[in-house]
């Protein structure tokens, strides 16, 4: 199957696969698993296809936490909230005002797309959670990483190894960024920008990937994770190709808002 948006193939295979059966599989050493990465922009690596680690610093510490020790994750189950020691989330006030800039200068002709894509995608989880996205276009000629006047900034990259990337409530503002590949605007079907984005939208709010839950589903990532809900084969943040339910675009389940406005009532 087509990859998802953000190098399904890679983020599947940097971690590998839960089970009873992967204490029997050869760990990776830190030279192999860097090597297998995914090094973004500046000084950026992408692990489990679409979330962004922070420098080699960030790629050894993940590595150490939870591809060395072998962990094969859980078997009980829905949305997932990133968990380190606590919720990996937004304070209320900041929930409320999540500005963000869309490079008009990257996306060029693509730029209204772009902008009614986010906004689309933004609206869905506003529309069951306490948040509120704020596209700040005074700041889309002049939109880059470093830009201090948003949050995060939406900006279009030549990289095919992922439709688009995200990150964590967690991040420097350095690495706060969606990145949206060329190939996300080609043939994505059934998927579309906006659905793509719904699922970018989630990880930015602190919510990890459904398969991560299941050592059956093929996709286990890692268990810094605490569940909000049941488990749900078709969550907007479960990979379709990792046993999901969800065969057409990407959008939110019952479940799915339940989670969002337990984390932010």
Same mark, same amino acid.
Request: net charge negative; with cysteine.
């Given at each position: 199957m087509? !990859?998802?948006?953000m190098? =399904?193939l890679a983020?599947?295979?940097?971690?590998g696969?839960?089970g009873p059966e992967?204490s &029997?599989?050869?760990l990776?050493t830190?030279?192999?698993f860097q090597?297998?990465?995914?090094?973004d922009e500046?000084?950026?690596?992408? +692990?489990?296809?679409d979330?962004a680690?922070?420098g080699? &610093?960030? $790629?050894?510490a993940?590595y150490?936490?939870y +591809? /060395?020790n072998g962990?094969?994750g859980?078997t009980?189950?829905g $949305? /997932?909230?990133y968990?380190s020691?606590?919720?990996?989330?937004? *304070?209320? @006030?900041?929930a409320?005002?999540?500005?963000y800039?869309? *490079? #008009?200068?990257s996306?060029g002709t693509?730029? *209204?797309?772009?902008?009614?894509?986010?906004?689309s995608?933004a609206?869905?989880w506003?529309a069951? /959670?306490n948040?509120?996205f704020?596209?700040s276009? *005074?700041?889309? #000629?002049?939109c880059?990483? #470093?830009?201090?006047?948003?949050?995060?900034? +939406?900006r279009?990259?030549?990289?095919?190894s992922?439709?688009a990337?995200a990150?964590?409530?967690n991040s420097s503002?350095s690495?706060r960024n969606?990145l949206?590949?060329?190939?996300?605007?080609?043939s994505?079907s059934?998927?579309t920008?906006t659905g793509? =984005?719904?699922?970018? $939208?989630g990880? @930015?709010l602190g919510?990890?990937h459904?398969?991560t839950? $299941?050592s059956s589903t093929?996709c286990y990532e890692?268990s810094?994770?605490?569940?909000l809900?049941?488990y749900? #084969?078709?969550?907007?943040?479960?990979y379709?190709q990792c046993?999901?339910?969800?065969?057409?675009?990407?959008?939110?389940?019952s479940l799915? !808002?339940?989670g969002?406005?337990? =984390?932010?009532?």
């Amino acid at each position: 199957m087509r !990859k998802l948006s953000m190098a =399904l193939l890679a983020g599947v295979a940097l971690v590998g696969c839960g089970g009873p059966e992967a204490s &029997e599989q050869k760990l990776p050493t830190f030279e192999e698993f860097q090597a297998s990465a995914i090094q973004d922009e500046g000084d950026v690596f992408v +692990v489990n296809g679409d979330e962004a680690v922070e420098g080699v &610093e960030g $790629l050894r510490a993940y590595y150490d936490n939870y +591809v /060395a020790n072998g962990d094969v994750g859980a078997t009980e189950g829905g $949305l /997932a909230v990133y968990y380190s020691g606590g919720d990996i989330k937004w *304070s209320s @006030t900041t929930a409320r005002n999540l500005t963000y800039c869309v *490079s #008009s200068s990257s996306f060029g002709t693509r730029y *209204s797309t772009v902008v009614n894509a986010m906004n689309s995608a933004a609206a869905a989880w506003e529309a069951t /959670a306490n948040v509120n996205f704020i596209h700040s276009s *005074s700041y889309d #000629s002049n939109c880059t990483a #470093s830009q201090t006047g948003v949050l995060f900034d +939406v900006r279009q990259t030549t990289v095919t190894s992922y439709l688009a990337r995200a990150f964590f409530p967690n991040s420097s503002r350095s690495a706060r960024n969606i990145l949206i590949s060329t190939s996300a605007f080609g043939s994505i079907s059934p998927w579309t920008l906006t659905g793509i =984005l719904r699922h970018e $939208l989630g990880h @930015t709010l602190g919510f990890r990937h459904e398969h991560t839950r $299941l050592s059956s589903t093929g996709c286990y990532e890692d268990s810094a994770w605490r569940a909000l809900t049941s488990y749900d #084969s078709a969550s907007v943040m479960h990979y379709p190709q990792c046993n999901g339910t969800q065969t057409g675009d990407l959008v939110l389940t019952s479940l799915d !808002k339940t989670g969002a406005r337990a =984390l932010y009532p």
